[in-house]
């Protein structure tokens, strides 16, 4: 695969050191309208608290960006990539910038060569437009797009549009030289390993591993997964995550996951305040992503959080009809007040009239 478009060496070497890239919600007015402003905060917010890198035009963005009329999706991706670039400038860092990318294949061509043009490394590419392809049609869809920009690959769980997909592929899928990480999101221990196990067999150590497993957000990132590999051990690690979860409480989340990777290269025991944080996200989790409702309000739910840090005027989506499902404000409210230690109330409070100047 000689010649496919490369990311820069930083870039590789942030992701495989392990990040914390929240996935962009759209900030809308009341009358569904982008709300520039407030999207220029969120974005200012992720940077601020530490977060390594930015997903955007992804499910939490709303895949209905690429629908309305005119389409949202291209002045979201410019409106990111500007406002991450003038914080790179200010503060001396470099952010990866990831565009999600959707469709069957002219579609996904098209929105690769976009993001490539607005100056995005890589691109998330979704599957879930091609439910009944062939794994190996599936292959030649990632290959086309390579073509155009660096992936990262998807495992997205079939409640939210995916679809199962093998051991077999994910190793075929390893073997794309410009592939820079795999968001693992099946929500599924089995097709978790898949994916790690297809990486080792594939000896692509440069490939970072990332959780998309909101439901097992710690203890993904603690986890050594060990496999034999031509008579010998090999270990990896999932280093970081590219989380929709990530998109609230960031600053939190990015001191969190630095206790983590700590941890696990200390190779002491894990302490058992871990565990019982592991299982406080996964409560909290629960009620963002309305698990209750088969994740119906996911998207209303980050919504929620953010508003009520003041950084979204509302919970609104572009479907009218995706709102929060009953009972998910208590269940926020519920969490809010049992781990108080996870939010960044405070670190919002203080800096969120900058960021919306």
Known sequence: ??????????????????????????????????DERRQ???????????AGGVAVGVHTTQFAIRRTDPPFLRPVLQLAAETLKACDAATGRETVRIAGICGPTAQAVAEAGSATELGYHAGLLSLAALPEAAEGELLAHCREVAGIVPLVGFYLQPAAGGRVLTQAFWRRFAEIENVVAIKIA???????????????????????????NDDNIILDLLTPFCFRLDGRTVERRIV??????????????????????????????????????????????AAFFDAAHGYAGCIPGLHEVLRRQGLLEGVWCLDPDESLSPAQAAEIDRVCQAYPHLNDDGFVEKHRDEWLA
């Open 1 to 34: 695969m000689v010649g496919l478009p490369q990311a820069p060496g930083w870039v590789r070497a942030k992701l495989c050191g392990g990040t914390v890239i929240p996935a962009h919600p759209l900030a809308l007015t009341r009358g569904r309208k982008l």
């Open 40 to 50: 220029r905060a969120l974005t200012r917010y992720y940077h601020a608290a530490g």
């Open 186 to 212: 099946p929500f599924n221990r089995y097709q978790t390993l898949d994916v790690v196990r297809a990486v080792v067999d594939a000896g692509r150590e440069d490939i970072a591993l990332h959780t998309g």
């Open 240 to 285: 970081g995550g590219l989380l929709g979860h990530w998109a609230v409480w960031t600053r939190r989340a990015v001191e969190l996951h630095g206790e983590c990777r700590h941890v696990a290269g200390s190779g002491h025991p894990i302490p058992v305040e871990l565990m019982r944080r592991a299982a406080e996200v996964t409560d909290a989790n």
